[in-house]
């Protein structure tokens, strides 16, 4: 298991990142996504510190709120040292019918970490993440509530997920301007048949030195090796439940097939190809991998051993490139002179 730092920050962690959203169950989409009840969560919770893995990641709205409590008390139950392991969540969604029991207010925020940290059970969280963008609420406003936390000993670190490039730039801008706590990190969807984010998104994580938690890297199972163009998968599995995120199927079949063939070739799962690509990805900090059962995180801890070659790697890419869009092909063109000349210049 290799450790990256997290952003800008001397905060290691995990290149595999521990997902709870399977845990809990409940009503509707948590009941499709998965059903772990404490005692399997603390055998999971286990394994995953024994493989090295020390981030852990979770959602206040996961099981509204009982993804949290398991987590909370698998830590205590197994008695994990606070400072051994590096605990997430994320607040933005509904937690009740009012107005204000959702969005990146103040007023919901404020409310949203105490009720976290005591299904947690603990006395700070160490990456704290707004799970969405709010139309509704001034960006400043959201930033301005981050800081107070951190200044108030309650969040080390703050982050963002699924939001816009312009507006982690905007939200990044407010804070070096203001002397505020700045984002570390994106959560973000991204998969060998979802390459969406490198369009805008990764060269803004690279410029702005943010780090980069992918989210649902098996495109919710549909790169695990049991789909396929003529493979439906097993009765009841979740993408058969809960198809998302959306895929462009056609494009996740060809990944699939050459992912197939490599996985063959070194005698593992298509699900390890899949994770190793990620991996590989200079831009990625950790890999969230949420599992159900032993032998599922057993198979994704395995992606970590996985090495892939430059012609892997290549014929990888090939299989999985994203269309070209403007204004990135006029980038391409009109850049090829300058670029060339850097590489004159780093050549010595």
């Not at 940290?117 to 707004?130: A, E, P, S, T």
């Not at 970590?304 to 092909?329: C, F, M, N």
Request: hydrophobic share 40%; charged share 25%; net charge negative.
């Amino acid at each position: 298991m290799r450790y990256n730092t997290l952003g800008h920050t001397g905060l290691f962690v995990s290149e595999l990142c521990l997902g709870t959203m399977t845990f809990g169950g409940g009503d509707g989409i948590w009941h499709q996504i998965g059903d772990v009840q404490q005692a399997d969560a603390d055998r999971l919770v286990g394994r995953a510190i024994d493989a090295g893995i020390n981030f852990i990641d979770t959602a206040d709205v996961y099981s509204q709120g009982v993804s949290e409590q398991i987590t909370g008390q698998a830590l205590r139950n197994l008695k994990i040292p606070r400072d051994q392991v590096v605990i997430a969540t994320k607040v933005f969604g509904p937690m009740g019918e009012s107005p204000n029991q959702s969005g990146a207010t103040r007023y919901h925020i404020m409310d949203g970490v105490k009720a976290s940290l005591k299904r947690l059970q603990l006395d700070h969280i160490d990456l704290y993440q707004i799970h969405g963008f709010d139309p509704a609420t001034p960006v400043e406003e959201t930033v301005r509530a981050l800081d107070t936390l951190v200044q108030q000993g309650h969040v080390r670190y703050v982050g963002v997920s699924n939001w816009a490039a312009w507006q982690i730039v905007k939200a990044l801008g407010i804070a070096q301007h203001r002397g505020l706590a700045r984002f570390q990190s994106l959560q973000a969807y991204y998969t060998i048949a979802g390459r969406d984010l490198e369009r805008e998104l990764v060269p803004m994580l690279a410029s702005e030195g943010l780090g980069l938690m992918v989210w649902s890297p098996l495109a919710g199972g549909l790169l695990s090796g049991k789909y396929g163009r003529d493979k439906d998968g097993e009765a009841g599995s979740r993408r058969t439940t809960f198809d998302f995120p959306p895929v462009e199927r056609e494009r996740a079949w060809d990944c699939v097939d050459a992912m197939r063939s490599i996985a063959d070739k070194k005698g593992v799962s298509v699900a390890q190809i899949a994770l190793a690509w990620l991996l590989h990805q200079p831009v990625v900090t950790s890999v969230i991998v949420g599992a159900k059962r032993i032998d599922q995180l057993d198979d994704n801890v395995a992606a970590t051993k996985v090495k892939l070659s430059a012609e892997e790697l290549a014929v990888l890419d090939d299989v999985s490139r994203l269309p070209a869009e403007y204004p990135g092909w006029m980038f391409a063109r009109q850049g090829e002179r300058r670029r060339d000349l850097i590489s004159q210049s780093e050549r010595g």
